[in-house]
């Protein structure tokens, strides 16, 4: 154990309720034991109900659905014609959601003509009709909003015409392509409501938003205000950083020293939990990492505990959607007292009663981690609580449980979006147009001149007379132009985006033995998951491929126990095709430009479940390429020569550096490792230079590797420290390593890493010492 520590319960500051909320309402909650409300709920609530655009951004179960369950039930009462709709990232959340509005109502026949109902993936066609006609509250999630509500628009007119609410429930979860994606259906959705008459208020909330207001505003496009100051109760709250040891005479790849994996580790934990009668979830990073973690626990229970073993499951998405529903009662109902999954439980479950969450690796984000931790000490009367942060073996969960404040003291990051991104915003403006024409005004609110204009001249788009009547009329601007863009004939846009940034084709997964759908994957996630060979977990059975048909999209796979576990590796090439800013500082020019990535997945690991590697199986699959952008740096030759980088050979040490800046970026972009990949190499043709790109593994780039570079001295700072405090002698998980490296991790150069670092920094404080050193910003410029 690095670190412990305990942040101090606190005291309850009440309101009185607003006079505006019917007794009706004040008499329901007071029967759930809500009392009074708290300040920030009445003030929030206030805010809304008067007409803003409001996020209330206070701590984890601090009451947040409060503040909109009263706007949006007082005009759901008041007017019998109003609509609400609340928008959730996950279906998890969703349900729950709707589970304590039903609570809320249950047995009152004034709330009776409400009908809320979730219209989501999981919902069936005939409650999906019946939801669209009765329904005057709808739960949903922002990829069946675009593709079941806002492209079929014409048939919610009348939902839209009456809404006067609009949830969008921990919106800090919208970052990376999703937030980008997600902030254009909101702009689509508050377009579509307008044209129809309506003028919904935005009720938003989030435990970690960094700049709540400008978070909300630029999700949504308009003006918002923040409330953040708490007035509920919470418990003490013990935190701990646990470092597994290492495992004696094992050995990785190249001989590097191995620790016990931080899902082994936490699966110890998970049972000692569990048998000390801690309600426990342990959130685990990866889908096949919460069914080892949740399998692990249950083996150790067989042994130490027998009658306990039905108490600890899986919990994760691409279980089927009844799968799910039984595991949330489950857990709510404390039949099962620890599960280990991974963060489709992470958002906002209220599951009171939760006595401890151990994170099995560190999730990639600050605002992660305090939202997990959130799940447990939720009953504010004796709610103390315990959080462990188990380090995975990577160079970032070793310098956060090496660094305490770097993680516990740290503001949230502020969540990184590109809605002016061209990939995304391309497509969303041809669903827009399609929806509802588009106008002279909509174009200059988007922000999107330039690339309507491109999809103008690619004929995806045509411009024509705008109607002066009927249903497919704009919005009317006085003095605007009379003309607007159309999506041209035969282009049908909703299908083509998929918010997730997936490639939206979907490859079933099939047991071939019984013909039984196991679940789903996405075609890109597919290449490096279900190719032929691999280990694929579904609810503690283990699963081999025997078959991968990327056309057909399905992966046909057999039950089998093997003793590994496989991991892709894959190769990538990429070539600089326009430098958008670039700063040199004496042998350091560091640069951000469009790039091309050629990717390709040449075969797999295979791992015992010690961490030691049992071989490398080659495959044959297709190159993909991938327009995106990436931050880069270039060094002089001779300045590595004179740090003491063995000239001939520098290879090792730019690759090491690459690897271990991949695995320190989250710690400055909110993204994932798996966001984000990275390239190094002695001579690139683009540079004439030794150079290392990191890059965003998204079509057209996320935000992620332009955060990297705005923020390059402290990325690099960081990335150094890493590998000098790592104990290790020549390099391991911990610091240089890659699981995903096509070169199987050779070669790496640990002490030339942390020279070629050193001489980073040294250029950068050098050129912040001496002004008159030219440090040109060169928009147009090729990097040399
Ligand atoms: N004024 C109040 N008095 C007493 N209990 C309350 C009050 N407001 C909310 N609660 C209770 O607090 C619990 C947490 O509420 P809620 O789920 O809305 O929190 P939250 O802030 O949305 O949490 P998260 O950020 O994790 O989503 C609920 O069980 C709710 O009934």
Known sequence: MTHVSVINST????????????????????????????????????????????????????????????????ALLADPRATALYIAPTKALGADQIRAVAALTAGRPEFGHLQPCAYDGDTETDIRQWARAHSRWIFTNPDMLHVGILSTHPRWRHFLRNLRYIVIDECHHYRGVFGSHTALVMRRLLRLARAAGASPVVVASSATAAHPAESLSRLIGEPAVAVTEDGSPHGERTLALWQPGFVPAVTGENGAPVRRSAGAESARLLADFVIEGARTLCFVRSRMGAELTARQARQILAAAAPELVDKVAAYRAGY???????????????????????????????????????VAGYPGSIASFWQQAGRAGRQHHSGDSLVVLVARDDPLDTYLVNNPPALLDKPVEAAVTDPANPYILGPHLLCAAAELPLTERDVDDWGARTVVDELTARGALTRR?????????????????TTGWYVSAGIEPHAQVNLRGGSGEEVLIVDTTTGRLLGTVDAVRAMSTVYAGAVHIHQGETFVVDEFDLDDGLALTHPEEPDWTTSARETTGISVDRVISERRYGPLTVAFAEVTVTHQVIGYLRTLLTGEVLDSVPLDMPEQTLPTRAVLYTLTPRALADAGIDPAAPAGALHAAEHAAIGLLPLVATCDRGDIGGLSTTLHPDTGLPTVFVYDG?????????????????WIGATREAIASCRCAAGCPSCVQSPKCGNGNDPLDKSGAIAALTLIQRCLSDAAADPGEPAVTAPTASVQ
């Open 11 to 74: 005291t309850a500051n009440f309101a009185d309720w607003p006079t505006w909320v019917p007794n009706t309402l004040v008499q329901a909650l007071e029967h759930q034991g809500i009392s009074r409300p708290w300040v920030h709920q009445e003030r929030a609530a206030s805010l809304a109900h008067n007409g803003s655009h409001v996020i209330v951004s206070t701590p984890t179960a601090s009451g947040k659905s409060l503040a909109y369950q009263l706007p949006i039930l007082t």
């Open 320 to 358: 089927l959607a009844d799968d799910r529903r039984r595991l949330e009662r489950a857990i709510d109902d404390a039949e099962l007292t620890g599960v280990a999954t991974t963060n489709a439980l992470e958002l906002g479950i209220d599951i009171s009663g939760l006595d401890a969450v151990i």
């Open 465 to 481: 007379r705008l109607p002066t009547r009927g249903a497919d009329r704009p919005r009317p601007h006085p003095g605007s132009a």
């Open 698 to 714: 998204h079509l057209g780039g996320a935000g992620f590797a332009e955060r990297g570079h705005d923020t390059f001295a402290r």
